[in-house]
């Protein structure tokens, strides 16, 4: 079945330095491929997406890839704030984008 | 504009009492999910409802039932918990195909 990995965190970073949260993930066909983010005490929102081998998503000062040749699609941020701290999950969907199966979620930690 | 609603937001339970964890759209989505989170896990999914009337297994259904009351509602039922469904349970919506997910801010439920 289809499957997703992130890095394990916490991932513990000053204000406005450089971030990358891996993500590789395992699927047939060619699913679309997102990151959410999860603030304290809320629920998840969408940060960024992406639905074919090449594209680039972006958001927020945020980005990633969809790597087909890697299977990757790994979160960059050029300089991260500490308003940035919350856990990010990486999530791909099936085909007919009825199904979700999430990463295990990545936890960032900015300190001023 | 609420949203995802999600009620209630706390509680505990005793092992083998029941309870119906209640979720309500304003989004005029006709796809709901029930996801639990847990540590290092990411989110899983208990079971979805691509339309009114139809509800189907997720990852993890095992102890929960559901009931798409409407278009707007989508419940979870827990018979008789147990401490493994001690968790944070997500309610989501979402629109045609690849449309991205709204979730609610969450219940957390402990099993004592």
């Known amino acids: 079945g289809d499957s997703v990995t992130q890095m394990e965190g916490p991932v513990t970073l000053s204000e406005e330095a450089f971030l990358t949260i891996n993500c590789t993930y395992t699927?047939?066909?060619?699913?679309?491929l997102f990151w959410y983010v999860q603030y304290p005490g809320e629920g998840l929102q969408l940060l960024l997406k992406?639905?074919?081998?090449?594209d680039k998503g972006s958001n927020k000062g945020f980005e990633a890839t969809y790597r087909k040749e890697t299977t990757s699609f790994h979160l960059e941020k050029g300089s991260v704030q500490v308003s940035d701290s919350a856990v990010y999950f990486c999530?791909?969907?099936?085909?007919?984008?009825?199904?979700?199966?999430f990463g295990g979620g990545t936890r960032l930690m900015v300190k001023p | 504009n609420a949203g995802v609603t999600q009620t209630p937001k706390f509680q505990v339970l005793k092992t083998g009492q029941s309870m119906t964890l209640q979720c309500a759209q304003d989004m005029n989505h006709n796809s709901m999910y029930w996801y639990r989170q847990d540590p290092g896990m990411g989110l899983r999914l208990i079971y979805y409802s691509a339309s009114e009337g139809t509800t189907d297994k997720g990852e993890v259904p095992n102890g929960y039932n559901v009931s798409r009351l409407n278009k707007r509602e989508f419940s979870l039922r827990l018979e008789s918990a147990a401490p493994s469904q001690t968790s944070v349970y997500f309610c989501?919506?979402?629109?045609?195909?690849?449309?991205?997910?709204?979730f609610g801010n969450g219940t957390r439920l402990t099993v004592t």
């Open positions: 992406a639905t074919k081998a090449d």
């Open positions: 999530a791909l969907s099936d085909n007919a984008g009825n199904m979700l199966t």
């Open positions: 989501a919506t979402s629109g045609i195909g690849n449309s991205p997910l709204h």
């Open positions: 699927a047939t066909g060619y699913p679309s």
